[in-house]
T-cell receptor, first 118, second 116 residues
Framework: AQSVAQPEDQVNVAEGNPLTVKCTYSVSGNPYLFWYVQYPNRGLQFLLKYITGDNLVKGSYGFEAEFNKSQTSFHLKKPSALVSDSALYFCAVRGPVRAGNQGGKLIFGQGTELSVKP | DSGVTQTPKHLITATGQRVTLRCSPRSGDLSVYWYQQSLDQGLQFLIHYYNGEERAKGNILERFSAQQFPDLHSELNLSSLELGDSALYFC???????????????FGSGTRLTVV
């Protein structure tokens, strides 16, 4: 079964330092992987996705993620964190595509709360 | 504005009542997905509709039902509400998965349901 794990409930980083939010996945077949961010009382905003191509994916707001097939990981990174990056981050994998389901649902990890202090 | 519209933004209702949440997908998207976000359960998939037909069901209670109309908007009906149904309900829409390079999911801003 497709699944996603975010091993850290919370990540604390000082402003200006690099940040990493971890995600590992389990899929059958080729993974379609996504990162979303949720600010307080807001919806989910798309950051980036990996479907095919380069293992290093660049996304919105200076974020990037590295797809590592051997380690089944898709960690989110940013070279220099901002206080405004503080939010809840979700990793997700597309569920299995079967005849008739037209693409499959997103399966989310539990989320990681990122806190960036000045 | 993501292009996915959810109404209402907030809803407060009493236990035992019935409510309807509405979602209008992004223009051109045929798929609508409903999710429930609660503190203890995280983001849980409820149901997926594609072009008016149900395609997949997740952890959706029998008290909940959904449908997608010919104009592609979708409604999630929650009945016999309980305190534990209080949550943020999101819908998302997506393009055809066969358009791989453009494939993605766009989320609405959610409806916050409070059952008192």
């Amino acid at each position: 079964a497709q699944s996603v794990a975010q091993p850290e409930d919370q990540v604390n980083v000082a402003e200006g330092n690099p940040l990493t939010v971890k995600c590992t996945y389990s899929v059958s077949g080729n993974p379609y992987l996504f990162w979303y961010v949720q600010y307080p009382n807001r919806g989910l905003q798309f950051l980036l996705k990996y479907i095919t191509g380069d293992n290093l994916v660049k996304g919105s707001y200076g974020f990037e993620a590295e797809f590592n097939k051997s380690q089944t990981s898709f960690h989110l990174k940013k070279p220099s964190a901002l206080v405004s990056d503080s939010a809840l981050y979700f990793c997700a994998v597309r569920g299995p595509v079967r005849a008739g389901n037209q693409g499959g649902k997103l399966i989310f990890g539990q989320g990681t709360e990122l806190s960036v202090k000045p | 504005d993501s292009g996915v519209t959810q109404t209402p933004k907030h809803l407060i209702t009493a236990t035992g009542q019935r409510v309807t949440l509405r979602c209008s997908p992004r223009s051109g998207d045929l798929s609508v997905y409903w999710y429930q976000q609660s503190l203890d359960q995280g983001l849980q998939f409820l149901i997926h509709y594609y072009n008016g037909e149900e395609r997949a069901k997740g952890n959706i209670l029998e008290r909940f039902s959904a449908q997608q109309f010919p104009d592609l908007h979708s409604e999630l009906n929650l009945s016999s509400l309980e305190l534990g149904d209080s949550a943020l309900y999101f819908c998302a829409s997506s393009v055809d998965y066969r358009a791989d390079t453009n494939y993605g999911y766009t989320f609405g801003s959610g409806t916050r349901l409070t059952v008192v």
